[in-house]
Nanobody, 124 residues
Framework: VQLQASGGGLVQVGGSLGISCAASGGTFRNYVMGWFRQAPGKEREFVAGISRGGGSTDYADSAKGRFTISRDNAKNTVYLQMHSLKPEDTAVYYC??????????????????WGQGTQVTVSS
């Protein structure tokens, strides 16, 4: 499956931003979807995951209460809505997909498919 993320950009501290990821080349509803991010000089970290039907979600502690992951299986798209953004949210955000994952929490070493990433910059 191919993943194309979009919607990144520059936002001020405390602002909101939504990013999306369009999937192609596979049966979207068969994949657990998620988001990782990587800040300069740091390892990629899990941000959020969503089950195949969208009924279950999981978030990193840093994202809980501020970020919302959702998906539209009719549009083959997964979304990440981010609120109350902080400078430490600045990173490249990567969309991920996996057809085998049990649950909704991804580990980077177990991800089957990665998107190309979209830059999110939070300015103070």
């Amino acid at each position: 499956v191919q993943l194309q993320a979009s919607g990144g950009g520059l936002v001020q501290v405390g602002g909101s931003l939504g990013i999306s990821c369009a999937a192609s080349g596979g049966t979207f509803r068969n994949y657990v979807m998620g988001w990782f991010r990587q800040a300069p000089g740091k390892e990629r970290e899990f941000v959020a995951g969503i089950s195949r039907g969208g009924g279950s979600t999981d978030y990193a502690d840093s994202a809980k209460g501020r970020f919302t992951i959702s998906r539209d299986n009719a549009k083959n798209t997964v979304y990440l809505q981010m609120h109350s953004l902080k400078p430490e949210d600045t990173a490249v955000y990567y969309c991920v997909a996996d057809p085998f994952l049990r649950g909704t929490r991804f580990f980077a070493s177990e991800v089957s498919y990665w998107g190309q990433g979209t830059q999110v910059t939070v300015s103070s």
